[in-house]
């Protein structure tokens, strides 16, 4: 069965430190990864994705995620973390053989401390 | 136009009530979906239209009805809810079918509550 996983409910990182939030896959063929954030309330946001090419995907808000094949992993990174990057950010993936079903993974919380 | 709207914010309904919850986009997008969210919980897929016809139901109960009118605009239709059903809808549209890999574009939800 096809999946993706976030093994972390929540990550906690201080204002200004690195934060990353990990994600694997199992997903059939090449699969196009994407990261979406969630405020409350609120609907998904697109962040980033990778397709092909270039392993480290730059996206929205100063987030990068680097899609490393060998360790079916797609993490998402930033340098230095904002408060209001807390948020609910969710891993996705889509077979590149094509259909409508995006897999989302379970989310992870993040929440950052002044 | 970016944006995926959807009316309304918030819906309170009885289990005997009919309501609907509509969505519309005006980037061209062909494909549109569905989803349930329970809180802190990732989305589930309920429905996919792509070019106005219906291409996947994931087993949902026919007290849901879509309906996708035209490429712009897709409703649920609510009859005879149960009080589970409660949680926020998000409505999200993407790029024509050929083009894959595309990133899907969510409106903001209609917070369900069924009493």
């Known amino acids: 069965a096809q999946s993706v996983a976030q093994p972390e409910d929540q990550v906690n990182v201080a204002e200004g430190n690195p934060l990353t939030v990990k994600c694997t896959y199992s997903v059939s063929g090449n699969p196009y990864l994407f990261w979406y954030v969630q405020y409350p309330n609120r609907g998904l946001q697109f962040l980033l994705k990778y397709i092909t090419g270039d392993n480290l995907v730059k996206g929205s808000y100063g987030f990068e995620a680097e899609f490393n094949k060998s360790q079916t992993s797609f993490h998402l990174k930033k340098p230095s973390a904002l408060v209001s990057d807390s948020a609910l950010y969710f891993c996705a993936g889509h077979p590149s053989t094509g259909g409508f079903k995006t897999i989302f993974g379970a989310g992870t919380r993040l929440f950052v401390k002044a | 136009d970016t944006e995926v709207t959807q009316t309304p914010k918030h819906l309170v309904m009885g289990m005997t009530n009919k309501k609907s919850l509509k969505c519309e986009q005006h980037m061209g997008h062909r494909a549109m979906y569905w989803y349930k969210q329970k809180a802190k919980k990732p989305p589930e897929l309920m429905f996919v239209?792509?070019?106005?016809?219906?291409?996947i139901n994931e087993s949902v109960p026919s007290r849901f009805s879509p309906e996708c009118p035209n490429s712009s605009l897709l409703n649920l239709h609510l009859h005879a809810l149960q009080p589970e059903d409660s949680a926020l809808y998000l409505c999200?549209?993407?790029?024509?079918?050929?083009?894959?890999?595309?990133?899907?574009?969510f409106g903001p939800g209609t917070r369900l509550t069924v009493l």
């Open positions: 239209y792509s070019y106005e016809k219906l291409s």
């Open positions: 999200a549209s993407s790029p024509p079918v050929g083009r894959r890999g595309n990133e899907q574009f």
